[in-house]
């Protein structure tokens, strides 16, 4: 079983290392006005390569073992305007929408759900570079937890609550450098990129996942996990048995995967993949509907994906 999940790992990582990227960045992108290629697992143009690999994955955990449906979404953007987030109705807290929707109204090509923030109460928030009032690390709840932050130069860094000096990142926002701040975690890969055997969460047993990987600037994944029993896309017949993936699986994933910062978002029924008009996922029941979601989309400078903030925050949710 070990060596079948080593060979899975490995022809994931050739699949998507012998395309974009194993390629020069230059040449992963279309010339300037080239009209974008769009398959059922690539959309490339001047601006974005996305290259999206499925496997299915099988791990020991104990006496059982967990197979899952894994997505890789392998992402290369030219402007980081292109990896952005939205709140469901343009509106921070104010409502849900079902992922097809929600990403239609955004322009999305690729989307995933996000971090659930508008359910926690307290922690940090930049949303595409402007922070939202009251998340400025000042509030803190009894759950402190991991943060990812994604800068303008395209740098993806994730920090352990304790180690967050708060007036340092607060000049950071100040002189323009953050572009998103994401709270829900944890991190799945240590300062030196390499799989953890302790997280701080209160998620730890199996369940499906969202994770943003991170390889250089402007080079990133999207990995989503499905779980709970759903049917299989990859195998009829079969099932996500076990209910998905544990920190620690997810965590050595990330690391074979070639990752260098890995930072889990909201799973379980929230986790969702969409590409391209349609969810290529398995959410458990069809999904939950989503108050944000983060998301690839052709670079919209000034376009608006938030208009409000309310005057309450809801209370954190387990």
């Known amino acids: 079983m070990k060596m079948l999940r080593i060979l899975c790992l490995a022809l994931l990582c050739l699949a998507v290392f012998s395309s974009a990227a194993a390629e020069e960045p230059s040449s992963v992108f279309l010339d300037p006005g080239e009209e974008p290629v769009i398959t059922e697992d690539r959309y490339v143009s001047e601006n974005i390569a996305i290259h999206i690999t499925c496997i299915r994955h099988e791990t020991p955990n104990g006496k059982t073992v967990q197979k899952s449906d894994i997505y890789v979404a392998d992402i290369r ?117 390499h799989a953890m055997e302790k997280f701080n969460s209160n998620v730890n047993p199996v369940n499906p996942r969202s994770v943003i990987g991170y390889y250089e600037p402007g080079h990133y994944c999207f990995v989503q996990v499905d779980g709970r029993g759903t049917k299989s896309k990859l195998e009829p017949g079969k099932y996500n048995k076990n209910k998905g993936l544990t920190l620690k699986n997810l965590s050595r994933f990330m690391e ?63």
């Not at 952005?84 to 989307?111: D, H, M, N, T, V």
């Open 77 to 193: 953007v030219k402007n980081l305007e292109s990896f952005c987030r939205a709140f469901a109705g343009k509106a921070w807290g104010k409502s849900k929408q079902k992922i097809i929707p929600f990403a239609e109204s955004c322009g999305a090509i690729l989307a995933m759900s996000g971090d659930s923030a508008s359910d926690l109460y307290g922690g940090w928030l930049v949303f595409n570079g402007e922070i939202i009032p009251g998340r400025d690390g000042s509030k803190k709840s009894d759950y402190r937890r991991d943060i990812g932050i994604l800068y303008t130069d395209g740098t993806f860094v994730t920090h352990p609550w304790a180690d967050v000096d708060r007036e340092e990142l607060l000049a950071q926002i100040e002189r323009g450098e953050v572009w998103q701040i994401f709270y829900f975690g944890p991190r799945l890969l240590d300062d030196e990129g």
């Open 256 to 318: 074979e995967l070639g990752c260098t910062a890995a930072y889990n978002l909201d799973g379980g029924k929230t986790s969702q993949l969409y590409f391209n008009g349609s969810v290529i996922s398995t959410p458990e029941n069809g999904g939950r509907k989503l108050a944000d979601i983060v998301l690839i989309r052709e670079p919209q400078p000034g376009d608006v994906l938030i208009e409000e903030v309310p005057e309450q925050e809801q209370q954190e949710q387990p």
